[in-house]
């Protein structure tokens, strides 16, 4: 027996198995793999799907296209979803612990030069949860799109239902073609680069024409999506980047040599999530991100 809409019991209501498959859905965007994966049919899974969909009186997943998205509706769901499900889970099983991956989005240089004692000590410490580390070229790493359960951005972040804490800012860097002018200075300016083309990620990147004073802005900019795009333009010999220092480090290319930029402010990095019920691991994680920060600059300063 189940409990319906109503709080009184129907025989007929949601139970945990329409939660279970509506995150296999979302998981794989795709009912024929979530049915897969739940071995179950196609058919059962829409099914299932929509009824759920009718007990909340919403639609949780958009249709109109052969990847199925979430809508916003089904982003802020899913949370819920997962959390009723582990602790169903965790419940039936007092004994052991479910391994609910805590997924982790970033658009290029994830925790910069942090990133590696970062996932060491997840591993060290929270074995039974792993920490899944994923690139998604978006604003916010996919965690707007619910793609990740948190992410680590640049810049600030203006997307709404979002919480963000600042983890550490780091210097810009000027990414310059190897075999150009500029590349032999040991160091730049904001107007060493004002006649230059300037390269610009407008999808994932947080680097803008604002980022130099009027009057005294590029006069040409290219346009790309993602930051593979970005260091071959420049590695052509197209344009000139600006980026932050770990970009330096996380992503070396023979074509392009990075050099400090003395005038430029500097580049906030910072932990989001959803302004929703989330992984529960989702604590443990900021604060470790906030002890990596401290005991490495603590080593090396």
């Known amino acids: 027996m189940s409990i319906g809409h109503s709080g009184e019991s129907t025989g007929r209501g949601i139970e945990v198995r329409h939660l279970r498959a509506f995150l296999a859905v979302a998981d794989e965007g795709n009912v024929t793999r979530a049915a897969t994966r739940l071995h179950l049919t196609q058919p059962a899974v829409s099914r299932t799907l929509a009824a759920l969909e009718r007990h909340l009186g919403t639609r949780l997943v958009d249709r109109s296209t052969h990847h199925l998205a979430l809508t916003p509706e089904g982003v802020v769901f899913r949370d819920r979803a997962a959390a009723a499900v582990a ?7 007092p004994g052991g612990l479910r391994r609910w991956p805590l997924r982790l989005g970033h658009a290029w240089s994830a925790f910069g ?21 994923l690139r998604i070229d978006d604003r916010t790493a996919g965690l707007t799109r619910g793609e990740v359960d948190a992410a680590l951005l640049r810049g600030p972040v203006e997307a709404p239902g979002l919480v963000t804490e600042v983890l550490f800012e780091e210097d810009r860097v000027a990414a310059v073609a190897t075999d150009g002018p500029l590349a032999a200075r040991a160091m730049l300016r904001l107007d060493d680069l004002r006649g230059e083309t300037v390269v610009l990620n407008t999808v994932s990147g947080t680097t803008t024409v604002e980022l130099w004073p009027p009057g005294g802005r590029p006069a040409a900019t290219l346009t790309v999506a993602n930051t593979d ?17 770990s970009t330096a480090s996380m992503h070396p290319h ?33 604060a470790l991100a ?4 401290a005991h490495d600059r603590g080593a090396t300063g």
Request: proline share 15%; charged share 20%.
């Open 113 to 133: 030069p942090y990133t590696t004692p970062l996932l060491r000590r997840w591993q060290e410490r929270y074995p039974q949860t792993p920490l899944e580390l």
């Open 87 to 93: 602790a169903f889970d965790e419940a039936l099983d």
């Open 254 to 286: 023979p074509g392009v040599a990075y050099r400090p930029l003395a005038d430029a402010p500097p580049v906030p990095v910072l932990l989001a999530r959803r302004d929703a019920p989330g992984h529960p691991a989702l604590p443990i994680l900021l």
């Open 229 to 245: 795009d970005w260091l071959a333009a420049i590695a052509a010999g197209r344009g000139v980047g600006v980026s932050g220092a």
């Open 290 to 293: 906030h002890e990596v920060v």
